[in-house]
T-cell receptor, first 113, second 116 residues
Framework: EDQVTQSPEALRLQEGESSSLNCSYT??????LFWYRQDPGKGPEFLFT???AGEEKEKERLKATLTKKESFLHITAPKPEDSATYLC??????????????FGKGTLLTVNP | KAGVTQTPRYLIKTRGQQVTLSCSPI?????VSWYQQTPGQGLQFLFE???????NKGNFPGRFSGRQFSNSRSEMNVSTLELGDSALYLC???????????????FGPGTRLTVL
């Protein structure tokens, strides 16, 4: 069964203190890895898609990287508005011609001013 | 372009009742997926519809069902509600989510269901 594990479960940073979130996965037939941001009471907001090991994508203070077993979301000089839950999801083969998105439980990031 | 919309946003029901949730995907998107989100279990996949057919199903009891209409709008139904069904129900749409393609799923704001 596909597994996606995110760590840490919660992370508290000071404004400007850079760090990384981890997403490790065990799936067969990975087709893509997604990062989402979710604010309280809202639906997940799409951030990045990574397709193959070695790929990197950046958006403002966020940078996502992918290896064959894990992905990292690097946050450089975070601001309080970056506080949210960050979700990782993998799209993998689920039988026949179907694919399924499996989510990790997320990392709750809090950035203090 | 309008995003994914879900109605109602909030719902309070009692045990044993049934509920229907609605989802309108982004215009042009043909795949609609449903997820249940709870603090303990995170986001769990319920089912996915494409062209009015259920293509994929998660590990939920038969009380959870859905359908998709010809305009790609989708509904989800939960019968005989239990306290444990209290959750945020999220709908996501994508262009195709077909074999070999890596489509991004865009989420709606969710329906917060509370079962008393």
């Amino acid at each position: 069964e596909d597994q996606v594990t995110q760590s840490p479960e919660a992370l508290r940073l000071q404004e400007g203190e850079s760090s990384s979130l981890n997403c490790s996965y065990t799936v067969s037939g990975l087709r893509g890895l997604f990062w989402y941001r979710q604010d309280p009471g809202k639906g997940p907001e799409f951030l990045f898609t990574l397709y193959s090991a070695g790929e990197e994508k950046e958006k403002e203070r966020l940078k996502a990287t992918l290896t064959k077993k894990e992905s990292f979301l690097h946050i450089t000089a975070p601001k309080p508005e970056d506080s949210a839950t960050y979700l990782c999801a993998v799209l993998a083969h689920s039988g026949g011609s179907n694919y399924k998105l499996t989510f990790g439980k997320g990392t709750l990031l809090t950035v203090n001013p | 372009k309008a995003g994914v919309t879900q109605t109602p946003r909030y719902l309070i029901k009692t045990r044993g009742q049934q509920v229907t949730l609605s989802c309108s995907p982004i215009s042009g998107h043909r795949s609609v997926s449903w997820y249940q989100q709870t603090p303990g279990q995170g986001l769990q996949f319920l089912f996915e519809y494409f062209s009015e057919t259920q293509r994929n199903k998660g590990n939920f009891p038969g009380r959870f069902s859905g359908r998709q209409f010809s305009n790609s709008r989708s509904e989800m139904n939960v019968s005989t509600l239990e306290l444990g069904d209290s959750a945020l129900y999220l709908c996501a749409s994508s262009l195709l989510l077909v074999t070999g393609a890596t489509d991004t799923q865009y989420f709606g704001p969710g329906t917060r269901l509370t079962v008393l």
